[in-house]
């Protein structure tokens, strides 16, 4: 039997005294399952966790793809995306500062990201916590003449696009050429239905991997307002959870489909080191 706690009065939950190192039975697997349905994030403390073991159980929510930047893919295992800020013989041994704003991942690819999990190799003492925002209850929160009119819009959107090309962090100055023809523009619904439970949520990001070009059919400056009220809409604080990582062994997934997700590790001090594993799987074509 799982035992899944919802934390607080948060949409979070935590499973406890489980071991996902082991085989999961069909009965186990569909409890995680509506769990992961219902909580829309879930955590787990004490795992031990090879490379193999991590993608075994992350390819029963689908199959995990490697991340569009290659070179910190994993040394045992490409579809692992190594986290860190560590510095191995004068280089860094992992992606430094990994999403420290509000997106939801592979927002940009044909597949959006089903599930991602984050499985802690080394945590700070303090700092390098991870927030969630419950994208299902922003929508809800909406008002019915907000909601209808979101119901038709989509909006272009690129990875790592931004207007200033010469913005660090922008596809010209991260991604090799390669890289770039790789990611081609995609056209996504503002409003998502999610393939499981049926449930809206708003589905639109600021974050720089979102890459959020324009809303379809609107003006530029009508756009860029509609896009403004929609994110300051969603990072309203009742809509938000901060899970701070309790030391090695943490697993922490969440469900693309529905939330949205930021790090805060931009301002760790380099002295603070943190190392996560990360894998996501390909979830459907938003609709």
């Known amino acids: 039997m799982v035992s899944v706690k919802r934390v607080g009065d948060s949409f979070v939950a935590e499973v406890s005294d489980f071991d996902l ?7 186990t697997w569909q409890q995680l399952h509506d769990a992961y349905l219902e909580h829309k994030v879930l955590y787990f403390h004490d795992q031990k966790l090879a490379a193999k073991q991590l993608c075994r159980f992350g390819e029963r929510f689908g199959e995990i793809v490697p991340h569009t930047i290659r070179r910190f893919w994993h040394e045992d295992d490409s579809r692992i995306t190594v986290l860190s800020n560590r510095i191995e013989y004068g280089k860094p ?10 997106h939801s991942d592979w927002s940009y690819l044909e597949r959006p990201a089903n599930v991602t999990m984050l499985y802690a ?5 303090e700092g390098g916590d991870t927030l969630f925002c419950d994208l299902a209850a922003a929508y809800d929160a909406l008002s019915p003449a907000m909601k209808e009119r979101l119901a038709s ?9 931004h207007k200033d090309r010469n913005h660090p962090e922008s596809r010209w100055q991260i991604m090799t050429d390669e890289e770039r023809a790789e990611s081609p523009e995609r056209t996504r619904p503002i409003i998502r239905t999610h393939p499981e439970t049926g449930h809206r949520s708003i589905y639109v990001f600021d974050g720089v991997t979102g890459g ?6 609107l003006s530029e400056a009508d756009s860029d307002d ?10 309203q604080p009742q809509f938000q ?5 309790r030391g090695a062994g ?5 469900d693309n489909r529905c939330t949205m997700h930021a790090a805060t590790t931009a301002d760790l001090p380099p002295t603070h080191i943190r190392e996560l594993h990360r894998i996501s799987t390909l979830g459907s074509i938003p609709a």
């Open 250 to 254: 943490d697993l922490l997934m969440w």
């Open 226 to 235: 509609l896009l403004a009220e929609l994110y300051e809409h969603t990072k």
């Open 21 to 27: 190192s082991q085989d999961l039975t069909a009965e």
């Open 121 to 125: 190799v080394e945590i700070p003492t």
């Open 212 to 217: 959020v070009k324009n809303i379809v059919g």
């Open 93 to 102: 041994k992992g992606i430094k500062d990994a999403g420290s704003f509000w």
């Open 241 to 245: 959870y901060r899970y701070e990582w």
């Open 153 to 161: 819009l989509e909006y272009v959107c690129q990875y790592r696009y």
